[in-house]
């Protein structure tokens, strides 16, 4: 699972990938931009990954953003995350 984070203009800025992994205190850090020491998650390339996902090829689906949280479209990971 990955979360990415978006600027004024809704240009992806910045992202990681396999959160499902983290520890509260360490996706804590990713949310409030404390992310310095979690360099194994960030995501290098992150556009193109975002956009990557967005093609529909792995059927990725969005469980939470600045609207709302999903949960009729999470799977048992983002259910872990979002929902405990």
Known sequence: MAIYFFDENDDVILGFENIEFLSKDELSKVVYHEWKDLTDSKIENVKAEYENILA????YKVVADQNGIYPEDMGAAAERVFMT
């Open 56 to 59: 529909d090829e792995y059927n």
